[in-house]
Structures are given as structure tokens and as C-alpha cells.
């Protein structure tokens, strides 16, 4: 097991993915059209307001990662964000043929690569 990575600790990676969460969620927040766009999602009211519910989610949840103090803590952390993560990846696919195809991919690309880090980093010696 690796006990860094790029010169990165465990405890500092967790805290990148959780910033990196954090900012994902602030933008779905404040600005969701941008968002809903980069993924293919037709902007709604009702699409709009369920960016915003995403992004509160991962705000919280990353606010979670971004507090956390113990290596349990971190690692309970990342555990959520990589079940979270492959939650999302199949419930994509499962709407793939409402969402369409480029969506789909986005999503689930997006979902699938966030949760294999969160998994990479929780793999590490602490």
C-alpha cells in the first residue's frame, strides 16, 4: 500500500477529493445552469432545482471529508462518497435511455472516476 501519492499524504488527498466535492456542490448551488449544461441536462425549473438538491448533497458530504480527524473519520468518509458515487453510476445508467446517451456517459464517467479515487486514496496506508 502506498503511503503517498504526487507527494501527497492520505489525509491530504482526502482533503483534495473533499474540496474538490465541496466546489462541485458550491457550483451546483449558486450557479446549476452551468452545471445541468456540462452534462447535457435540458435546464428546467424543476432540473434547476434538482441541481441544487445535488449539489447540497455533495456540499455536506464534503464539508464531512473536509472536517474529518481521525484516519476512521477519513476513511468512513470516503467510503460514503465511493458508495454515493457508484449509487449515481448505475442509477444513470438505469435512466440512460430517458437521459440519452451523451448524459449517460458524463455521469456515469464522472461518478465512476470520483469513486474509484475516494476508493484509491481510503486504500492507502495512513
Do not use: H, W
Not at 41 to 46: E, G, Q, R, Y
Amino acid at each position: 500500500m502506498a503511503t503517498t501519492v504526487a507527494g501527497m499524504s492520505k489525509q491530504q488527498l482526502a482533503r483534495a477529493l473533499g474540496a474538490t466535492g465541496a466546489a462541485f456542490g458550491l457550483a451546483s448551488i449558486v450557479a446549476p445552469r452551468a452545471v445541468a449544461g456540462t452534462y447535457g441536462v435540458p435546464v428546467t425549473a424543476a432540473g434547476l432545482q434538482l441541481q441544487r438538491l445535488f449539489g447540497s448533497r455533495a456540499l455536506a458530504i464534503s464539508v464531512l471529508a473536509l472536517t474529518a480527524r481521525t484516519d476512521e473519520e477519513v476513511d468512513r468518509g470516503l467510503a460514503v462518497v465511493a458508495g454515493m458515487n457508484a449509487i449515481d453510476a448505475l442509477t444513470a445508467l438505469a435512466a440512460a435511455a430517458q437521459a440519452g446517451r451523451a448524459t449517460t456517459l458524463r455521469a456515469v464517467a464522472s461518478s465512476v472516476a470520483y469513486g474509484a479515487a475516494a476508493l484509491v486514496v481510503r486504500s492507502m496506508k495512513g
